[in-house]
């Protein structure tokens, strides 16, 4: 099975695309929306989904609830991660309290990213 055309994957995908958390939303319809860049949301990528992906940086973009903090899922955030590095890519983490309290160094932070990771002949930034 090709593991980025999962269909289990890609319909949970789906899913959460239509129920989006209260800080995805924020995220995506008040700056990652707008950039000029593409962003997927709720991306599939190899054998997971990732909140937010801007291909032309290689950029994942994770936001974290609650349950992020409990052990078993730390470990297999971090299994996770790892992989996802090993293939090439960055993954940027923030929590939902980062977001609500400090929404413009998230953005900051996310710019800074993709201004380092982003060819300026790609793209005018």
Known sequence: ???TNNSKLT???QYLRKNMTEEERKLWYTFLKKLPLTVHRQKVIKRYIVD???AEAKLVIELDGLQHYESE???K???RDLYLMNEGYTILRYTNLDIKRK???VCEDIWK???E???TSSVIL
Do not use: L
Request: hydrophobic share 30%.
């Open 113 to 115: 990213h993709i201004e």
């Open 1 to 3: 099975m090709n593991k």
């Open 52 to 54: 937010f992906y801007i």
């Open 77 to 79: 955030d971090k299994e």
């Open 11 to 13: 319909s949970n995908a």
């Open 73 to 75: 899922k730390q470990i």
């Open 103 to 105: 929404y413009k160094d």
């Open 117 to 119: 990771n982003v060819s």
